[in-house]
């Protein structure tokens, strides 16, 4: 929970960029999941679920400040209701350019 409060003294794009971080790794694990043989696919499939709930509170905070969060912030909160093969590619769009989450979906979001 330290962290959670060391995130609000952190700038808008301080926090978007921590949220991509995490959405990147996410993306790295799902893309992963794919692969996998089905019981390691689901544990990476659900490593991939914590990544995008420990980005949505940075994206929250984030998108408080600066609009240019809100789309991520909304994606990120669709996750516990859609299947993440749904969010993909909006997730690695809303992340491009925010640092490493540009790279893990291959460029083409899958």
């Keep these: ?13 301080a926090n978007g960029r921590l949220a991509c971080q995490h959405v990147a790794a996410s993306l790295r694990l799902y893309r992963a999941a794919t692969t996998a043989d089905p019981q390691l696919a689901a544990q990476d499939k659900r490593a991939a679920l914590d990544q995008l709930r420990a980005a949505l509170p940075l994206a929250a905070i984030a998108a408080t400040s600066s609009g240019q969060w809100q789309a991520l912030q909304t994606t990120l909160s669709e996750s516990s209701r859609v299947p993440e093969s749904k ?23 899958t």
């Design 1 to 13: 929970m330290a962290l959670a409060g060391c995130s609000s003294a952190r700038s808008p794009e």
């Design 87 to 109: 969010l993909v590619g909006a997730l690695a769009a809303q992340c491009q350019g925010s640092g490493p989450a540009s790279s893990p979906a291959g460029g083409d979001g």
